[in-house]
């Protein structure tokens, strides 16, 4: 889709991670090291913390992986020197608490992977009154504290959805397998799929929740169709979409109800293997991509160098809305899939904006 502002694996051994409290000293960006020279740039090295509130997916360990490197990249120069990571499957107080820790931690920066939209605002107030930077990614949040640094959830299922819309025409019955209920990143995509079905008169004959989880999406893609054997289509967010074809495909059904798929490397080889058999099978994957944490990092980076935005980089109050990258199609799939048929399984096709690119969002 090239560069557009409204468009957005490392190590299985980050199983480690759930532990909180994680400190990356690792030891190659070419963002030089900002002075003091009375202008309001700060001089580094600078510590930055993490708050992951959700360890259950791969694509969570992907997140702190890519984020690690690019860590790496910053101290080198020496930018940067602690990556200090709160990282476990907490509730909203407990990610509250996540957040404490790291105010404790004399961190310069927060980046943020909120569980709430509204319910971490008093911490975030804390931390704005220690002079603490705070980002957040995957999922923006309303604290005139926090800048958001995400795609567009919301337009990032829509392009899923309208595929799907347009595969079951008008009248089409879908069920629907969403993430965690009430998660912020989760009620972002339903609304933004949700008003694509209702103005394609596509019905949404149920719909429950798997928590992004391949085994749950299973689960729950199965019941609704125990429940709804008549349907036309299934709308599935990623993470879950695997395992909802392979409940079609234990139906008999993968090549008659249509299914919105996934850009990760297990629903990819499978897509690849329903090709090659010649079955009629199409589908489509939009790359949520997990090192947003990356494009954070060269963000907050820039903010805590005193840098400011540009006029316009900002949109709704707080938000700075990265690029989706370009969609898998059944058009494009060969050259996608050849990018990363050797990467694991869990890997999410990935992207983050380039230093120079964020200096983009800055005055020079």
Known sequence: MGW??????????????????IVLAATACSTPQATDDGGGESEGPFTIGVSNGFIGSEWREQMISVLQDSFADYKSEGV??????????????????????LIRSDVDAIIVNPNSPTALDQVFAEAADQGIEIVAIDQAVESE????????????????????????????????????????????????AQAVFDEAGVEVVAR????????????????????????????????????????LQAEGLETEVAITGEARVGFMKEWNRLRESDEDFSSIGVPNP??????????????LQGQEFKDGAIEDGN?????????????????????VEDKPDAYALDHNITPEEADGYFNQ
Not at 319 to 339: G, K, M, S, W
Request: hydrophobic share 45%.
């Open 319 to 339: 938000t700075l809305y990265l690029p989706i990258p370009e969609t898998v199609t059944d058009e494009n799939f060969d050259e996608r899939f050849a990018e």
């Open 290 to 303: 997990p090192s947003v944490s990356v494009s954070a990092l060269h963000v907050v980076v820039r903010m």
């Open 145 to 192: 504290h926090v800048t958001n640094v995400v795609i567009d959830q919301a337009e990032w299922a829509s392009i899923s959805a309208e595929w799907l819309a347009g595969e079951v025409g008008d009248g089409g019955r879908i069920i629907a397998v969403n993430g965690i209920d009430g998660h912020p990143a989760n009620e972002a995509r339903w609304s933004g």
């Open 4 to 21: 557009n502002p409204r468009r957005r694996f490392g190590s299985h051994a980050l199983g480690a991670l759930a532990a909180a409290g």
């Open 80 to 101: 940067v020197d602690e990556l200090v990571i709160e990282s476990a499957d907490v509730d909203v107080n407990g990610q509250i608490q996540q957040i404490r820790n």
């Open 208 to 247: 429950d929740f798997a928590e992004w989880s391949q085994s749950q999406g299973q689960t729950v893609t199965r019941d609704l169709l125990a429940s709804n054997p008549d349907v036309d289509g299934v709308f599935v967010q990623d993470g879950m979409a695997l395992g909802a074809l392979q409940a």
